[in-house]
Structures are given as structure tokens and as C-alpha cells.
């Protein structure tokens, strides 16, 4: 069987992720990758085993054989990359967000539409096989009517003033930080098991660290907090630290979600609970292979991941046994193996990964709560 060949733009943290997760379909080559700089593409490709890199983006699109591509980059360089992606006639898998602003989203998606290709967005988190699971359970009524939905997305990356990243930056991540860069994996993963929309949003940001001392040279995503007190310079922050949004949700079910990069403690911890009619449930990323079930009239349950236990739909989600637990890096996996399936033609089952429309969903989402934020009032989300 011919194997599909991938090119992978960018070589910062989640670049070498994507190759990892790819490495393990049996179906895909990652025949290349590519970065800003030739001398680090040279070198990431060395680390990784990786036969052809390029200093310029564009030399890897231009590669015949490569079939698709993976946008691994800083966020303001996703539109460009991504629509001479589509261009190339290449199909795309873009790290979130998939730009900077709905405009750009919304060009990008009528281009992939157009252009007939494969696209994703790499909100991952949907792929945690317990949230498949919460998708069914929902879907078959075993939580009732959802009432409300309640959680928070924390990490203390960024709990120092002296820690520093690019995400930093509004001319390179966006006019949103917290709520963009994790709040929009939170959003995406409740509508997704929900099935309920968000339709209003009321928003109340933080920046606790006004100014942050910027190191002189580059450094990685969360590779800050192993620098030295030695070589910063000040820089103002715009951006914030932390926000708390209330939400209306389609329905009448109610929702409120805080994100925290300052948060001590808690290095990448996603958690919800969702209020049903009939029962709850409760999810915690750091412990993802259990699932809080709650009843008003009867013991509480803890759902284990499982192939046995959890419903037949979500099955293809699992690879090991009960016991032997899967956690962050098989998220990118599943979602490759679902995007690649489809590539190769080999599934005509309805869409699970989170495509462009998506990608322009949680841009919309942002725009609405950063508006929220600056008027201090509610603002109804604009729909697809």
C-alpha cells in the first residue's frame, strides 16, 4: 500500500508532536518539513529522522509528492501558509487558531470548500476517548436535558513575569491570549459533546503581569521556565492572563468557563462538568481515563477507559485495554487517524475531526468575548 506523504511546517513544540503522532498511522510517510530559518529546519530534520527540509515553506509546497500538510507555526502566519496550502492543491491540517481574525478564517474555509480538499483544525482534546463517550451518552439521553456546563482550562506556564513566549505578542498570536489560545480548545471540546451552541457571552479578563520580561533570545513554548534570571528586557502586556466567561448556551442551558496561564500548580489541566436532567458528568485531562458519573437517586459511578465499558461507537478511540492508559499524544493520533482514513478514502462515516468551519466557529467564539470583555455587557456570538 502506497503511503501518503505529509510535509510539516514549523519545528517549535507542537511541529515534532505532529510528526510523532503521524509516525504511528500506518499509513503516512512524513516525507519533509520545513521552518523560517534553513540551519533549524536542517537540524530538526536530523533530530528526526526526516529526509527532506526546507528554510522557505514554500519550496516544501512545491514538492509534487507531497499530498498534505501540516501548519505547526506561530498563529499569524497561519493564513498565508494555509491558503497557499489549499493553493498548491495540498489538503491542510492547521494548528488553532486557524488565523488571526474571522475574516481570514472565513476565506480560508470557502478556499478549502472550493478547492475540495481535505481540512482540520488540531483541537485534539475532542479525541480523549472518554469525550467520544460523553458524546454518545448525550446523544442517546442518558443525561437528559442538559442544564448547565462548567469548567476551566489552567496551566502556570506563565506564572512568572520572567516567563515569556511568542503567544505574548498581539502581532503574532492575536488581540486574545488565554481565552484564544486555551479557551478555544475548551469551547470547541463542549460544543462538540454537548451539541449545544453557544449563542451569548459575557466576559471578564485579567492581566496580572502588566509588564513581563522578555529574554533577548528566542525560546520555545513552555521551555521559559527553565531560563535564568539573566539577559530580559521589559515588555508591556496586552493580552490576558486570565478571564471567566459566562454563556448562553442553545436551549436555555447555562455555562461559565475561566482560563487561567497563572495558575500554580496546574501545568495543562482541562476539567467540565455537564448538568443533565437525569445525571452529570465530570472530566479531568490530568486524570483522562475516568469518567464522574453522578445521580441525585443512587451511588455515584467511575467510568474507566475501557473498550468493554464504553459504548461501541466509541470504540476506535481506544487502542489498549482497560488499564493501560492513553493520554495526550494518542489524542493526535485518533484525530490523524480519522483525517488520514478520509484521505485515503477509506471511511465515508459523518465527520468526527474538527474541520475549518470549525476553526472559524471558535474565531467567532473569540471575537464575541473579547468584544464582550470591552464593553462590559453581554454580545451574542455571531452564527456560521
Not at 498511522?25 to 530534520?45: H, R
Not at 506561530?74 to 489549499?86: D, Q, R, S
Not at 513566549?165 to 486574545?176: C, D
Not at 488520514?340 to 468526527?352: D, H, L, N
Request: hydrophobic letters at 40%.
Amino acid at each position: 500500500m502506497a503511503k501518503i506523504q505529509v510535509g510539516v511546517v514549523g519545528t517549535g513544540f507542537i511541529g515534532p508532536a505532529h510528526v510523532e503522532a503521524l509516525r504511528r498511522l500506518g499509513n503516512v510517510n512524513v516525507a519533509a518539513i520545513a521552518d523560517v530559518d534553513a540551519a533549524t529546519a536542517k537540524q530538526k530534520a536530523e533530530e528526526l529522522g526526516i529526509e527532506r527540509h526546507f528554510g522557505d515553506y514554500r519550496e516544501l509546497l512545491r514538492e509534487r509528492d507531497i499530498q498534505s500538510v501540516h501548519v505547526c507555526t506561530p498563529n499569524h502566519l497561519h493564513f498565508t501558509m494555509v491558503k497557499e496550502a489549499l493553493e498548491a492543491g495540498k489538503h491542510v491540517i492547521c494548528e488553532k487558531p486557524l488565523a488571526v481574525d474571522v475574516a481570514q478564517a472565513e476565506e480560508l474555509t470557502a478556499l478549502a470548500e472550493k478547492k475540495g480538499v481535505i481540512n482540520a483544525v488540531h483541537f485534539n482534546v475532542r479525541f480523549y476517548p472518554l469525550m467520544r463517550q460523553v458524546k454518545l451518552m448525550v446523544e442517546k439521553g442518558d443525561l437528559g436535558r442538559i442544564f448547565a456546563i462548567h469548567g476551566t482550562y489552567l496551566q502556570d506556564w506563565l506564572f512568572y513575569d520572567t516567563d515569556y513566549n511568542w503567544r505574548l505578542e498581539p502581532e503574532m498570536a492575536g488581540t486574545s491570549r488565554a481565552v484564544a489560545d486555551i479557551g478555544s480548545h475548551w469551547m470547541d471540546l463542549i460544543e462538540y459533546v454537548s451539541g449545544l451552541k453557544v449563542v451569548e457571552v459575557l466576559a471578564d479578563f485579567a492581566t496580572f503581569h502588566k509588564t513581563r520580561q522578555k529574554p533577548k533570545k528566542a525560546v520555545e513554548t513552555y521551555t521559559g521556565k527553565l531560563l535564568t534570571s539573566n539577559d530580559y528586557e521589559p515588555r508591556s502586556i496586552n493580552t490576558e492572563d486570565y478571564a471567566t466567561v459566562m454563556m448562553r448556551f442553545e436551549k436555555e442551558a447555562r455555562g461559565v468557563m475561566t482560563v487561567s496561564q497563572v495558575s500554580a500548580g496546574r501545568k495543562n489541566r482541562i476539567y467540565f462538568q455537564m448538568d443533565g436532567s437525569k445525571k452529570s458528568v465530570w472530566w479531568d485531562s490530568e486524570d483522562p481515563n475516568r469518567l464522574w458519573i453522578g445521580r441525585r437517586d443512587g451511588n455515584n459511578e467511575l467510568m474507566l477507559k475501557d473498550p468493554s465499558l464504553v459504548y461501541p461507537e466509541a470504540r476506535g478511540l481506544i487502542s489498549f485495554p482497560g488499564g493501560h492508559n492513553e493520554a495526550f499524544p494518542d489524542t493526535s493520533k485518533q484525530m490523524f487517524k480519522e483525517i488520514y482514513r478520509r484521505i485515503a478514502g477509506q471511511t465515508s462515516e459523518p465527520v468526527q475531526y474538527p474541520t475549518f468551519k470549525d476553526g472559524l466557529r471558535e474565531l467567532q467564539l473569540c471575537d464575541a468575548i473579547v468584544k464582550s470583555n470591552a464593553s462590559a455587557g453581554w454580545k451574542q456570538v455571531v452564527s456560521e
